[in-house]
């Protein structure tokens, strides 16, 4: 019998043969030998699709009376069967709100959303309530679903009616908390947003004397936004977690918890590609794989082993937000020299601000920690509390941003690279030479590098960027090594070959042409490909760019 994908994150779908990779040992983290919660409210940031749903349909699962035969069932082969805590399972009422996948817009719908979620909890507990001031608190919600302290309270009345209705404190589950305030990042009525999810959660999580605990998972932490300033006892788990708090590979697959998978699918040979596209994220100094991504791959590899690996990033609409960010935020001409080495492979420095707000996200801090946060970038390396060195974690990682930062060329300040991809696309030599001529002084003004191998990353970026080639640099051809090679996206464009030279002043400029021509024969770069191929020279000097075909 074959492997099945088609789960859609469900846990009541995973069956024997389905690919599952066995994450429940986050009900460990979260309570004691004695049943007791560990911390009142578990905050875990992750980016979106890295399996925060599933964790939170494993909790649900696990504690939830109702499913209690079918959850024996299920967990009695699992890592958290093999403990203490397993006596557990089936003996706390569970309340789970998802606010994921949902668009508000308007601050109005925001309210009418989170009325509407909590409205059919509330119908529920009703019925089964036999205190009349309950049942009174209860009515006064259901009924003013216009009165926004009303709503306010409304969590928190829930809460009590699960306990009161069933005499044990309730766990609480929200999933995506965050997404509202995501959606309405570039909203007037984002401080709205934010005043109401600190008394929503507020009157809910602290010192509630009716909750056993609460989870809630999300892309961003919000904690500087003092949504949580006012709670006692919250453990925040994010993506630059330690090694010591223990859920740094809860969320994400690691190497060793995929290769079963590989040698059953009988993809070891396909392991590096998978590892170069949907690797690559680091959490508490683990090495993790996007999991919705992964799995994606694995269904299409299982058919056809030689399959082409896609970006899930992208298809699950993850760009939206990052494209309007590009757009409409941070501007600088430090972000095309950072973007440059990102895109390069290389990493950046930057500080870390957490205050996602309209106005703090044309700060380099915030946008780059949204970056982070969003999954879009990886830590490489902490520095401090407040300074790490990021890079972007894959392959598939790297179109999406390379996709979302082309919103740059929209921008005024950055005319450069919009008139480079014109040129680009017909690959005119002459507007190439000039559009990064200027984009390098521009960019590099003070931070030139007189060497070929930071002009070959300027150039390969910046090309990069415009979407019209794939570019790989300093690569095996022929009997050598080509420094640019360039890959068409495009069915009507033909692959091209560059080679690079410095030349220290205009009147060595032919002579290094010619040299990097001689080089390109010798060597026979054109041999990487198996069909016709446009070769070029290209020489820098200085800031002056300079390119010819071969043909010249």
Not at 122 to 150: F, G, H, M, Q, W
Request: one cysteine or more; glycine letters at 4%; a negative charge.
């Amino acid at each position: 019998m074959g492997i099945n994908f088609k789960t859609s994150f469900s846990i009541e779908k995973v069956k024997k043969n389905t690919f599952y990779i066995d994450k429940t040992m986050i009900i460990d983290k979260l309570i004691d030998e004695d049943g007791d919660s560990k911390t009142e409210t578990l905050l875990v940031c992750r980016p979106r699709r890295f399996g925060k749903t599933l964790a939170l349909e494993t909790i649900k699962y696990f504690f939830d009376p109702n499913t209690k035969d079918a959850s024996i069932e299920f967990f009695k082969d699992k890592k958290i069967a093999k403990t203490e805590k397993f006596k557990y399972l089936g003996r706390r009422p569970v309340i789970h709100m998802s606010f994921a996948n949902d668009v508000s817009g308007s601050l109005e719908t925001f309210y009418t959303k989170i009325y509407d979620k909590i409205y059919k909890l509330l119908r529920v507990e009703k019925i089964s309530a036999k205190d009349n001031l309950l049942i009174e608190d209860l009515d006064e919600i259901i009924n003013n679903p216009k009165d926004i302290s009303t709503l306010e309270n409304s969590l928190s009345i829930l809460i009590e009616a699960v306990y009161k209705n069933t005499g044990i404190k309730p766990i609480l589950l929200i999933d995506e908390y965050d997404s509202y305030v995501i959606d309405m990042l570039d909203n007037p009525d984002l401080d709205k947003v934010l005043n109401f999810y600190r008394a929503f959660f507020g009157k809910a999580l602290k010192n509630n004397p009716n909750l056993h605990f609460a989870v809630l998972v999300g892309v961003t932490e919000l904690t500087k936004n003092s949504v949580f300033s006012a709670l006692n006892n919250v453990k925040i788990s994010n993506i630059l977690d330690s090694e010591e708090l223990g859920f740094k590979d809860l969320f994400g697959f690691t190497e060793e918890e995929l290769d079963p998978y590989l040698e059953k699918l009988d993809l070891m040979s396909e392991k590096q590609r998978l590892k170069e596209f949907y690797d690559g994220y680091n959490i508490g100094n683990t090495e993790l794989y996007n999991p919705a991504s992964i799995t994606s791959a694995l269904e299409i590899l299982s058919v056809n082993k030689k399959g082409h690996l896609t970006n899930y990033w992208v298809s699950t609409g993850s760009n939206k937000i990052i494209e309007q960010i590009f757009k409409n935020y941070y501007v600088s001409d430090e972000l095309i020299l950072e973007l440059n080495e990102l895109i390069a492979g290389n990493s950046v420095e930057v500080g870390i601000d957490k205050e996602f707000n309209i106005k703090n996200l044309k700060s380099k801090d915030a946008f780059y920690t949204f970056l982070l946060y969003a999954g879009y970038l990886t830590v490489d390396k902490i520095i401090n509390n407040e300074i790490v060195r990021v890079r972007i974690p894959n392959s598939e990682v790297k179109s999406a941003l390379v996709s979302a930062s082309r919103k740059l060329f929209d921008k005024p300040e950055y005319k450069e690279l919009k008139e480079l991809k014109e040129a680009v696309v017909d690959f005119d030599l002459e507007n190439i030479s000039t559009t990064l001529s200027s984009l390098l002084k521009k960019v590099y003004s003070y931070d030139i590098k007189t060497n070929e191998n930071a002009y070959r990353t300027a150039i390969a970026s910046a090309i990069t960027l415009t979407g019209v080639y794939e570019v790989k640099s300093n690569i095996n051809a022929g009997l050598g090594r080509s420094d640019l090679v360039l890959i068409p996206r495009y069915y009507d464009k033909d692959p091209k070959i560059i080679e690079m030279k410095i030349a220290k002043n205009a009147e060595e400029r032919d002579k290094k042409h010619k040299e990097a021509q001689e080089q390109i024969k010798d060597r026979k770069y054109q041999d990487y490909f198996d069909k016709e191929v446009s070769l070029y020279s290209l020489v820098c000097c200085n800031y002056d760019v300079s390119i010819k075909s071969l043909d010249e």
